[in-house]
């Protein structure tokens, strides 16, 4: 039994040990940075009212739907698309690489309209199903080709049939994208722009805004401002170095204070850590400043956990029990303490990720993270590797146990 509980042991610490070692750097590496972490777009736009287009709480919902589609489509991870106020909706876009073809996917108001040679306007794109850019093969040009709805093929058809040999415009916006000549009757339901783009990400983001639709109301660019990954790198670097200061002074207070169990203690806190960082990277979340304060917060709670545990098995142990029956007590004792000031602070946690925005949610979700990991870690981790070492009577003088 000992000889067992001590290689049981050891083996725990090797891989406790050489899973931080080896996966820490990989598990960062797939954690996203925030726009305060690495830079990126923040943009506020504001609902303006037009003679014949008032703005309704309605249309600004309306809009918001869509520049959340929008900005999906564009492929940036976790944005913050959110109401502010009334009229303004504030977009925020972390490490984008072209702020100025963002913008213009983002505010441009997308409305679509295939019109007959008179200039009558007889199809809107509302009516498209679906919309994808393409490479024409063989003028080697970008295009942006088009599948109507069935009412969509209708119009079309009729527009195409009735002016064989005429030019139909296509206007977006109220500017002239294209205007070819109908060579034949189109009644399939498909078409393709293919004048004015440049490049296909030109045509790729027209394509974008076709899909999602023409935004309801006129929106007017109030605040544009890019944020520089600079601020972000050092905000960055500045967070980890305290972070690491700050575990390396709790590793010392722990093993000086309460020595073989805190050495215990400090593998939990860095298995702690390693599980966090790993589910953080596991559901894609983007990490932003006020996420980091979170997982320090919880770090010590993870830390108070401990805590409480030793100072009640050092109560068990002064009054004589084993050292088995003392850790079994202790953790017994503090269970429910330890419990209820964790389910008190996840209920906290919840209550500002559902009713809080953009980096609210991040602290939020990364302390709710922290207190589940916490729970695992300090009541069970913990307590498996104290009851190896009394099952081993390796070391036994309560002096090691800080009585």
């Known amino acids: 039994m000992r000889r067992g509980s001590l290689i049981q042991l050891f083996v725990i610490i090797v891989i406790v040990i050489a899973a931080t070692v080896g996966l820490y750097q990989p598990i960062r590496n797939h954690i996203n940075l925030g726009l305060d972490l690495q830079g990126g777009l923040h943009v506020v736009m ?67 309209e295939f019109k007959d040679p008179d200039g009558n306007t007889v199809l809107y794109g509302s009516e498209l199903k679906d919309a994808k850019s393409n490479i024409d093969p063989q003028t080697n040009k970008p295009e942006v080709n088009l599948e109507f709805t069935e009412k969509g093929t209708q119009l079309f058809g009729n527009l195409t049939s009735q002016n064989v040999g005429k030019v139909i415009p296509v206007v977006l916006d109220n500017e002239l994208i294209s205007a070819p000549v109908v060579n034949e009757p189109i009644t399939g339901g498909k078409a393709r722009i293919s004048g004015g783009y440049q490049t296909l990400e030109e045509a790729e983001h027209d394509a974008i805004m076709f899909r999602s639709g023409s935004l309801p109301v006129k929106l007017e660019m109030v605040e544009k401002r890019t944020v520089g990954p600079t601020l972000g790198a050092d905000s960055l670097k500045k967070s980890m170095e305290a972070g690491i200061i700050g ?3 709790v590793f010392i207070f722990m093993l000086a204070f309460y020595r073989l169990p805190g050495v215990i203690a400090d593998f939990s806190l860095l298995l702690y850590t390693l599980i966090v960082m790993g589910v953080l990277a596991l ?121």
Do not use: C, H
């Not at 739907?65 to 502010?84: A, F, Y």
């Not at 504030?90 to 441009?108: N, S, T, W, Y």
């Open 283 to 403: 559901i894609n979340t983007s990490l932003t400043l006020p996420g980091i304060a979170g997982i320090i917060l919880s770090i010590g709670m993870a830390v108070d956990a401990n805590i409480i545990i030793y100072e009640r098995m050092k109560e068990e142990l002064r009054t004589g029990k084993t050292l088995m029956a003392a850790i079994d007590a202790g953790f017994a004792r503090a269970f429910w303490t330890i419990f209820d000031s964790q389910l008190t602070t996840l209920i906290g946690a919840g209550v500002l990720f559902f009713l809080g925005t953009g980096p609210i949610k991040g602290f939020a979700v990364t302390l709710s993270i922290g207190i589940v990991v916490n729970l695992f870690t300090s009541i069970t981790f913990t307590r498996y590797m104290l009851r190896l070492i009394a099952r081993s009577k390796a070391v036994t003088n309560l002096k090691f146990y800080g009585v």
């Open 247 to 249: 575990i390396i002074v």
């Open 46 to 112: 504001e609902a303006v009212d037009a003679p014949d287009n008032p703005v309704s709480s309605d249309k600004v919902d309306g809009a918001l739907n869509i520049i959340r589609t929008r900005v999906d489509q564009l492929g940036v991870k976790e944005p913050i698309v959110q109401k502010q106020g009334d009229r303004r909706i504030i977009v925020e876009l972390a490490g984008i690489q072209d702020p100025q073809e963002a913008i213009r996917v983002i505010g441009k108001t997308a409305l679509l």
